[in-house]
Each structure stands twice: as structure tokens, then as C-alpha cells.
T-cell receptor, first 122, second 112 residues
Framework: DVKVTQSSRYLVKRTGEKVFLECVQD?????MFWYRQDPGLGLRLIYF???????EKGDIPEGYSVSREKKERFSLILESASTNQTSMYLC?????????????????????FGDGTRLSIL | KNEVEQSPQNLTAQEGEFITINCSYS?????LHWLQQHPGGGIVSLFM???GKKKHGRLIATINIQEKHSSLHITASHPRDSAVYIC??????????????FGKGTKLSVKP
């Protein structure tokens, strides 16, 4: 079974602090994602990575950065935490999705999610 | 921009009822995912489909490519089915190829 592990279920930090959220997956997935989930807004993509040292901005990257030094680990960093970053943060991983049809079985692979980190910024 | 719309936003049912949750999506989205999120946060992938119908236990997912519409059905609903159900479409456009676009979710409560 695929396991996506997020380092904390609940986290409380202060405004201005640098915050690290860690995510580890054990299935050798190429793709990893960070989302935040807010009431009424659903899940929104912050950053994603298709390979080690690779990162791409999602829909709401402002105020965040990421690090992918090893394939199994994808870290989300709040450079200077603010109260509007209080949210549920979810990490996910999947096998590589080939953009060209017919290029093997890796197409349309599901994303596997961690249990989430509920982050409060005071 | 590609979009995914879900309905209803909230749904309350009695145990045993047949439940349907709907999802409509715009052009450029393929491979609809249905996800389940229980209180506490963890998300589980239920189905991923790009055509036809899939069934797993009491859950059935269908997709109509021409109408750009998918449904999730729950037969003989049970209180343990209470959760938020999220529809997500894979974005086929430009630099975000392969990423998921999420609906806002349907909160289902099944009463005993």
C-alpha cells in the first residue's frame, strides 16, 4: 500500500516564523504535490514537483517555497508565516503522467494523499 | 481556465437511501477522479475514470464524455459513508498538464 506521511497532524506557529512542512512517500513516485484546503474554496495547488530538484508553481505559490532534494521527500516552506496561511495542508504523490497518449501504463495514475497538517498561525 | 463544478454542496440522507453526487467539467479536462475525505482530513482516491462506468462495492462512478458530466452513486447508504466527496479533473492544458483541478466538494451526512 502507498504511504504518504506528513510530519505533523497539527501545528501552531507565530506570525513571522519560518515554517517547514514535511512530506515523505514510500512508493518511488516521481510526482509530488502540495495543496491547501480552505472552507468554500476546496483544494488549491501551491507547488508541485515532477522530479528531484524540480519544482513548478501551482495556482497559489505566493508566500511559499518548496524543496525536493530527495525523490521521496517534498518540503513546503512558509518563509514568513502570516495569519492568512492558517489552513489545512495536504501533500500528495503519484507516478509520472506521460503527456503523450499511448506511452505506456503510467498514464492516468491516481494521486495518493497524506492525512493533512492543520496549521494555525497566531 | 478549466473548471470543475460539483452539486449539491451539502446532502443529508437517511440510512439505506440511494445517493447521487454530480460533477460537471469544462473542455480540456480528462480522467475524472472521485475522492473521499473523512473528518480529520485524510483523502482517499475512490475512482479514476475517463470513460464508462466503474463499480467498487456500494460505490458506482459514471462518466459521460460528450456531456462532460460524471456522477458518483452510493447504494444502500450507511452512516459510515458520511464524508466530503470531491470530484477532480486532470488538466490537459499547457504547463499544468497532469495536474488536478478540484471541485469544492459535497458534504454528505447519512443519518441512522
Amino acid at each position: 500500500d502507498v504511504k504518504v506521511t506528513q510530519s505533523s497532524r497539527y501545528l501552531v506557529k507565530r506570525t513571522g516564523e519560518k515554517v517547514f512542512l514535511e512530506c515523505v512517500q514510500d512508493m518511488d513516485h516521481e510526482n509530488m504535490f502540495w495543496y491547501r484546503q480552505d472552507p468554500g474554496l476546496g483544494l488549491r495547488l501551491i507547488y508541485f514537483s515532477y522530479d528531484v530538484k524540480m519544482k513548478e508553481k501551482g495556482d497559489i505559490p505566493e508566500g511559499y517555497s518548496v524543496s525536493r532534494e530527495k525523490k521521496e521527500r517534498f518540503s513546503l516552506i512558509l518563509e514568513s508565516a502570516s495569519t492568512n496561511q492558517t489552513s489545512m495542508y495536504l501533500c500528495a504523490s503519484s507516478f509520472f503522467w506521460s503527456p503523450l497518449p499511448g506511452q505506456g501504463e503510467v498514464d492516468n495514475q491516481p494521486q495518493h494523499f497524506g492525512d493533512g497538517t492543520r496549521l494555525s498561525i497566531l | 481556465k478549466n473548471e470543475v463544478e460539483q452539486s449539491p454542496q451539502n446532502l443529508t440522507a437517511q440510512e439505506g437511501e440511494f445517493i447521487t453526487i454530480n460533477c460537471s467539467y469544462s473542455v480540456g479536462i480528462s480522467a475524472l477522479h472521485w475522492l473521499q475525505q473523512h473528518p480529520g482530513g485524510g483523502i482517499v482516491s475512490l475512482f479514476m475514470l475517463s470513460s464508462g462506468k466503474k463499480k467498487h462495492g456500494r460505490l458506482i462512478a459514471t462518466i459521460n464524455i460528450q456531456e462532460k458530466h460524471s456522477s458518483l452513486h452510493i447504494t444502500a447508504s450507511h452512516p459510515r459513508d458520511s464524508a466530503v466527496y470531491i470530484c477532480a479533473g486532470r488538466d490537459n492544458y499547457g504547463g499544468s498538464q497532469g495536474n488536478l483541478i478540484f471541485g469544492k466538494g459535497t458534504k454528505l451526512s447519512v443519518k441512522p
